[in-house]
């Protein structure tokens, strides 16, 4: 409207721009264009059950508008056909995320994302993929299961002055617990499908973490 007033911007292309507010409709899906006036992040596009194709296109209609996107569970496939429409996306192979990112400001002290084994990193690479995009900074500890607790208190110090935590974990899911009984700051608990025998496909670290004495 500012635009409009000024003579900078015409009649047209002003009523062109509100007609796509809120979403965007192109058939296939419904871009939502003010998901970020409501939440943090514009619109995650979820790769997974989409053609790269399909991927592609939303993405680029999202950053035709927002500075930031970020696609979770993304292949190469996926990738190759985003990176054809958006030669600055990038591709994180561990996370299977696809970001792109315009913002010119530096990141703000974040998180410290910990997970259990090696097993565990894409999920807590999605999630530290995912803290960065909304402008944190992130340190990693990875592979500090309590099958070693002494990998874990290595990092003791830096963990107690975090300002949160996300502990991912698999099999018995027991590292929340450990490190929420170590630090005074939040804990977020992240179960993964990762493990075997009475594990159930990541139930049990489910039920150990909704269940943690220092919850």
Known sequence: ME??????????????????????DIGFAKVDHHRA??????????????????????????????????????????????????????????????????????KQPGVTILCGGTADLPVAEEAAVTAELMGSAVQRVYDV??????RLLDHLPALRDARALVAVAGMEGALPSVVAGLVAVPVIAVPTSVGYGASFGGIAPLLAMLNACAA
Request: net charge negative; hydrophobic share 45%; with cysteine.
């Open 3 to 24: 635009g409009v007033a000024a003579g900078t911007t015409s009649i047209e292309a002003a009523t062109e721009a509100l007609r796509l507010l809120p979403y965007e």
């Open 145 to 150: 299961g309590v099958a070693g607790i002494h």
């Open 37 to 106: 006036l409501r939440d943090v992040l514009p619109e995650v596009v979820l790769a997974e059950g989409k053609t790269p194709e399909q991927a592609a296109e939303i993405a680029r209609r999202l950053a035709e508008r927002a500075d930031r996107l970020l696609i979770t569970r993304a292949g190469r496939a996926c990738f190759q056909a985003v990176q054809a429409a958006l030669p600055d996306a990038t591709y994180h192979e561990t996370a299977r995320c696809i970001t792109l990112d315009r913002r010119p400001e530096a």
